[in-house]
């Protein structure tokens, strides 16, 4: 097998991909959120949006730490 183990960039989980289950379905709140705000508020970019969101009272600790995360890897 010449799989290379992965761990969640966020929790350290083993994962195949760059973030966990749990973390994943966050991830994927914070993309699908991306393409409602382009709709709401036309051009926005990846990092504003996720800046704006970040502000945000009513994000959640786990889309917080993806959002962290994403403007880390920028
Ligand atoms: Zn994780």
Same mark, same amino acid.
């Given at each position: 097998?010449?799989? !290379?183990?992965?761990?969640? +960039?966020?929790?350290?989980?083993? !994962? ?36 704006? +969101? +970040?502000?945000? $009272?009513? !994000?959640?600790?786990?889309?917080k730490d ?7 890897? $920028?």
């Amino acid at each position: 097998m010449a799989t !290379t183990k992965a761990v969640c +960039l966020i929790c350290s989980r083993a !994962t195949a991909d760059k973030y966990c289950e749990y973390h994943c379905k966050s991830f994927d709140k914070v993309i699908s959120g991306y393409a409602s705000w382009k709709r709401a508020l036309g051009d926005i970019s990846w990092v504003d949006y996720l800046t704006k +969101l +970040l502000d945000l $009272q009513e !994000t959640g600790s786990s889309i917080k730490d993806i959002i962290e995360k994403e403007l880390n890897i $920028q």
